[in-house]
T-cell receptor
């Protein structure tokens, strides 16, 4: 158990809909990262938050947005969903931000299926 | 543009033998490398890391080797055990940038 929790585990929805994925980082970790893993692909970095502030952006679509709340949990919002958005979405957390890349600890993921 | 590549999608190894997983990268700015292991229905689990100032890092049965001139790293597992059967991802990052760039993974199967 990494200490990172994600809800829900599974989500099935229709095209055009909007969903929210939730992540709680390990106790004490200030950084939260979101990754997308499509079928047979590696994990693609989407976005990072540190202590409530956006720190880095990867290949995140404009239809997607995220935020980190004062209690450090994070939400990833996906809107106008398309079939191609079906994927595993992972959240990771780490303690430090800055000089050295710190080990990231991953949650179990949310499997999103768009029908 | 795949900056981190794992060219072998799968590998089968006899129990007790050495497993060698390979990873190549193209971005010379990468200076920190990690290996993650992933079981089905679980998130990736950190296994071992190495910074670019070293060429080898060992942790029990796991050793990671880094060849900066070839932009190549490898993970050695000795001896291989059935519980090592999983998908292994290599990942890389560069100084001051926490985002990880992942390879596509290698599925390792240990044959009893």
């Amino acid at each position: 158990d990494s200490g990172v929790t994600q809800t829900p585990k599974h989500l099935i929805t229709a095209t055009g809909q909007r969903v929210t994925l939730r992540c709680s980082p390990r106790s004490g970790d200030l950084s939260v990262y979101w990754y997308q893993q499509s079928l047979d692909q590696g994990l693609q970095f989407l976005i990072q938050y540190y202590n409530g502030e956006e720190r880095a952006k990867g290949n995140i679509l404009e239809r997607f947005s995220a935020q980190q709340f004062p209690d450090l949990h994070s939400e990833l919002n996906l809107s106008s969903l398309e079939l191609g958005d079906s994927a595993l979405y992972f959240c990771a957390s780490s303690a430090e931000q800055g000089a050295l890349a710190d080990t990231q600890y991953f949650g179990p993921g949310t499997r999103l299926t768009v029908l | 543009d795949q900056q981190v590549k794992q060219n072998s999608p799968s590998l089968s190894v006899q129990e007790g033998r050495i497993s060698i997983l390979n990873c190549d990268y193209t971005n010379s700015m990468f200076d920190y490398f990690l290996w993650y292991k992933k079981y089905p229905a679980e998130g990736p689990t950190f296994l071992i890391s190495i910074s670019s100032i070293k060429d080898k890092n060992e942790d029990g049965r796991f050793t990671v080797f880094l060849n900066k001139s070839a932009k190549h790293l490898s993970l050695h597992i000795v001896p291989s055990q059935p519980g090592d059967s999983a998908v292994y991802f290599c990942a890389a990052s560069n100084f001051g940038n926490e985002k990880l760039t992942f390879g596509t993974g290698t599925r390792l199967t240990i044959i009893p």
